[in-house]
Every structure is written in C-alpha cells, then in structure tokens.
C-alpha cells in the first residue's frame, strides 16, 4: 500500500476506534444506588433492572455516590460510603473493592477528564483512585452539597442546598460553587449528563430529566422496591466525559467526519498524482 494511502487508513481507523470507546457497554447506561445497598441498571425511559447489593465480602455497604471513569478506553466504576471510604465496584456484580479512606465525609463524585472530584457539606476535593485520598481544593463557596456532582464535558455541575436543591457550577481550580437554577426540590441525590441530556434522581423514588438553565423537571418514572415503597436513590452515575459529548452533538460528529473525509480527499489526490 502506498505510503500516503496507508496514512489516510490509519488516521481513519484511529477516528474509529476514538468513537468506539464511547459506544462500549457502558456508554449509554445509567448506574444508580439506593439506601438499602442495592446498585441499578437505568435507562433513559426509565425501565429498572437490579444488578446486585454493593457488598465488601459477604457484608453489605451502603454507598453515598458512585462515578464511572470512561477515559482511556477502559470503564472503571467507583463509590463512597458514609465513612467515606473509596471502593472500586464490580458493575456486573456489585461487589466492592476498598481502596482507602478519603480522609473527609463526602456524599457526591464525579469524574472530569480523568480525575475524581468529590463534594461533602461545604468541601470539594480531587480524590486519588489508588489509595482514595482526597486532596481538599476549596470550600464550595460556603454551600452545602446536597447529593452529587457530574462532568457536562464543560463544566461541572452541584447540587447543593439553598433551601431547595439548586443547580451551581463549580470551578474545578478553586472548588468555588456559583449557584445557578433553582429545581424546587428537596434531596436530589443522584445526577448523571449522558447524550447531552442532565437526568436526576431523588430520595422518593423519582427518575426526571432537569432543565440545567431553568431548574425546571420532566418526570419520567418512579420506582418502587419488591415492597412496593419508594425507592431511596442514594446517587447515580454515567460515562462523564467530554468523548461523551462529542458523540451527544451530532454537530461536532459531523465537524469529525467531514473532517477525515477532507484528509482522505488530500491523501487520495496526492496518491493518484
């Protein structure tokens, strides 16, 4: 094969297979957690499936949050207790691995471009996945966090509370939350932005979708356990990364492809020369 031909293929099989770590088994599935130590398969139209209880050994932990790192071509899936204690998390299983103390009371994680970021009363901390400590970054601005955090591919997001749950923007140099739009609930608990869609749950059962700018809920389902009562969601996650958003934006797609198909215009034009 010509030099300048296999240069094409090669840099269009690595746009392939940049795609292809996005669309893994995970890609497209919400994880969350509940109060009984339960971890839960979710998807978008709000269909449940048990995947099992979260447990160290034969005991049963019950995690505060759970964050899913999707960079780097690998899934690794990660939770806290209310001792804060770190855990990496079999997703096919439940099971718990303990990793370390994180050395303050955290109830919220989320991954952004590869790093743990944790959130707890009025702390946010990056969080070392090896050993599970936690370096503390600022004080959140003074505000509460509610339940959880998650990684739009451009800022991260908080609920905190401020009387009811509000939305704020937290800047990841200085751990300073703004606070933005205000949901009128109570006890958001679990957050996850997939397919360029900001989804909650909260510690009645509710499954919704949150308008990030008005605070305003679309409520999709409310789950209940075997018992028929509400389920306590204790927080949720899905793959936050910024691959994810480029393959929510069908703009950005389009950018990608027309792109290569430039270079494979060039490399062919020059080959046929």
């Not at 099992?52 to 932990?61: N, V, Y």
Request: a neutral charge; aromatic letters at 8%.
């Amino acid at each position: 094969m010509p030099a300048r031909l296999s240069r094409v293929v090669v840099i269009g099989v690595a746009a392939v297979l940049l795609l292809g770590v996005t669309t893994g088994a995970y890609a497209d599935s919400i994880f969350a957690t509940d109060n009984h130590g339960n971890l839960y398969s979710v998807t978008t139209t709000g269909a449940i499936s048990t995947i099992g209880q979260t447990k160290l050994g034969s005991t049963t932990i019950v995690l505060s949050d759970i964050a899913i790192c999707c960079t780097g071509g690998t899934t690794q899936f990660f939770g806290i207790d209310s001792g804060s204690t770190l855990y990496a998390i079999n997703p096919n299983t439940a099971a718990l691995t303990s990793i370390g103390p994180t050395g303050n009371v955290y109830n919220a994680l989320a991954f952004a471009n590869g790093t743990l970021y944790a959130a707890g009363n009025s702390i946010f901390s990056s969080i070392n996945t090896t050993t599970g400590a936690g370096h503390v970054i600022g004080n959140n601005g003074g505000f509460a966090s509610s339940g959880d955090l998650v990684f739009t591919g451009s800022v991260m997001l908080e609920t905190v509370a401020a009387g009811t749950d509000r939305l704020a923007t937290v800047n990841l140099l200085t751990g300073i939350a703004t606070l933005g739009a205000n949901t009128t609930q109570h006890s958001i608990l679990g957050l996850c932005y997939i397919n360029g869609v900001l989804y909650g749950f909260n510690s009645d059962g509710w499954f919704f979708s949150i308008n990030p700018t008005s605070g305003g809920l679309n409520y999709i389902s409310q789950f209940k356990d075997a018992t028929g009562a509400n389920i306590f969601f204790t927080g949720a996650a899905c793959c936050d990364t910024p691959q994810q958003q480029l393959l929510a934006e069908p703009g950005s797609v389009m950018l990608l492809l027309s792109g290569l198909t430039a270079v494979g215009l060039v490399g062919r034009r020059r080959w046929l020369r």
